[in-house]
């Protein structure tokens, strides 16, 4: 069957190739009633646009999508940013960024609108896992999808990530393994419809716990606050309600512990004098208050992400499709061996 043209689309949708060029190019000045009937014949005929004239010649379009379901300046996207572009700059690709791909509007949009544009080579997809229609739409267009800490290897036809429940069942055994009788663990809300990576910690913590119970006196529980700006301070106001403060707690993450350690001073309860606490990631700032983490690379992540990309473009085998790597049990000074009796 011969590939459909501009001019095949065109005639579909009752419009002019130029519009139907405006559509992909300039959407904004297209009505939508318009874009709609364009992407409607467009999908139609399985019809795909690239970005230039040597993307014309060479059949790529030297452009790769990064999917996120948070804004870049988190510290663990603006690291896999890095280490992405530390390796396909040098290729000669560009970058492009989805945000927030964690709405349905938002997936949909994407999903729906890249197999016709057919605009980048490769797709990056960020500490999130995606769907059977959604990996459909990227196949249609033999775009290959290549994961980054994503809570399973399912749908990808690479991945690299961090062991994340192993991670916390690691952090969680040290607290314990340390005499701490009270743990309690602090964690966001899991997005609806939406399985991160990060929710994998909280099945660690409880994992570690319950292998624990049979043989030390330990009670724990588990602290989920909402998704958003305020979720430290949400996290703060739930430890300070409960009827027992505990003598240690367990971070979902560092930008969770390292505000509690610092605001729950104000309140007179010092680490590690009072409690000891964990994080995870080992982020910026962790080291300056001397936060006892997990660590864990994301630059390095995303340079590994990218050059699995870079050879299954080239059509080259890969000889380790999937890795998963260990975080590593950062020791530095808000935790310490409890004694009861203080």
Not at 80 to 104: E, K, P, R
Not at 130 to 147: A, F, N, T
Request: aromatic residues 8%; glycine residues 4%; negative net charge.
């Amino acid at each position: 069957m011969a590939k459909a043209s501009i001019r095949d689309v065109a005639r579909v949708a009752g419009v002019s190739i130029s519009t139907v060029s405006r559509a992909f190019t300039r959407p904004d000045l297209v009505s939508q009633r318009t874009r709609t009937k364009v992407l409607a014949a467009a999908d139609k005929l399985d019809f795909n646009i690239s970005r230039s004239a040597t993307a014309l010649k060479t059949g790529q379009a030297y452009r790769v999508a990064l999917l996120m379901n948070e804004e870049i300046t988190s510290w663990f996207n603006t690291e896999v940013f890095a280490g992405l572009n530390d390796v396909l700059h040098d290729a000669g690709y560009d970058i492009s960024l989805f945000q927030h791909i964690d709405t349905a509007e938002n997936r949909k949009e994407f999903f729906t609108t890249l197999p016709v544009r057919r605009n980048v080579d490769a797709v990056f997809v960020n500490s999130f896992s995606i769907d059977s229609y959604e990996v459909e739409q990227l196949k249609r267009v033999h775009v290959p999808i290549i994961g980054i800490n994503t809570p399973s290897i399912s749908n990808f036809d690479a991945s690299v990530s961090i062991d994340d429940e192993d991670g916390m069942f690691m952090a969680t055994q040290h607290l314990i393994n340390l005499g701490h009788h009270h743990i309690v663990y602090t964690c966001s809300q899991a997005a609806d419809g939406i399985e991160s990576s990060i929710d994998n910690r909280g099945r660690g913590f409880i994992r570690a716990c319950k292998a624990a119970e049979h043989n030390h006196d330990l009670q724990w529980q588990v602290l989920s606050v909402p998704r958003g700006r305020e979720f430290a301070d949400s996290a703060l106001t739930a430890l300070l309600a409960l009827d027992q403060f505990p003598d240690a707690i367990c971070c979902q993450m560092d930008m969770m512990a390292i505000p509690l350690v610092l605001k729950l001073e104000r309140y007179g309860h010092t680490t590690p004098r009072d409690y000891s606490i964990i994080g995870f990631d080992d982020s910026p700032y962790a080291d300056t208050i001397n936060l006892t983490t997990m660590r864990q690379n994301p630059r390095a992540m995303g340079r590994n992400a990218a050059q699995k990309a870079l050879t299954i473009i080239a059509r080259e085998p890969l000889a380790n499709a999937h890795e998963t790597i260990q975080p590593q049990l950062v020791l530095r000074g808000s935790d310490a061996v409890f004694n009861r009796a203080n």
